[in-house]
């Protein structure tokens, strides 16, 4: 439960206290229900892939290709080299960097 300025329907007073799922007004205790869509959702992690490169053409390349959400994002000559982007890509989109010297570095 938290104290928000926002202005009751009823009386147009701003003293309200925010629950989960409702917001009370202070002044005259009228109770109104939030929705739950109107919350944001969280957004579904990217889907990163390791496959072959492939040339415009088709034509498939010795090389690597790293695609996130199904777009071009790296091309390395290793599957080691793809697999290790892949894995610090899912790293830093979790929020957990191996050293906080590693996270300036990225700046």
């Known amino acids: 439960m938290k104290m928000t300025k926002d ?3 009823k009386c147009g007073g701003f003293s309200t206290l925010r629950f ?11 109770t109104t229900a939030t929705s739950h869509a109107t919350r944001p959702r969280p957004l579904p ?5 390791v496959s072959r490169y492939r040339k415009e053409d088709g034509f498939p ?8 959400n199904g777009a071009l994002l790296a091309v390395t000559v290793y599957r080691k080299g793809a ?13 957990r960097l191996a050293s906080p010297a590693m996270a300036a570095n990225l700046k």
């Open 83 to 95: 697999e290790a982007v892949r894995a610090k890509l899912m790293e830093m989109l979790a929020g």
């Open 7 to 9: 202005e009751c329907l």
């Open 45 to 49: 992690p990217p889907e990163i892939t």
């Open 61 to 68: 390349t010795r090389h690597f290709a790293i695609h996130v």
């Open 20 to 30: 989960p799922c409702t917001v009370k007004c202070l002044d005259c205790g009228h």
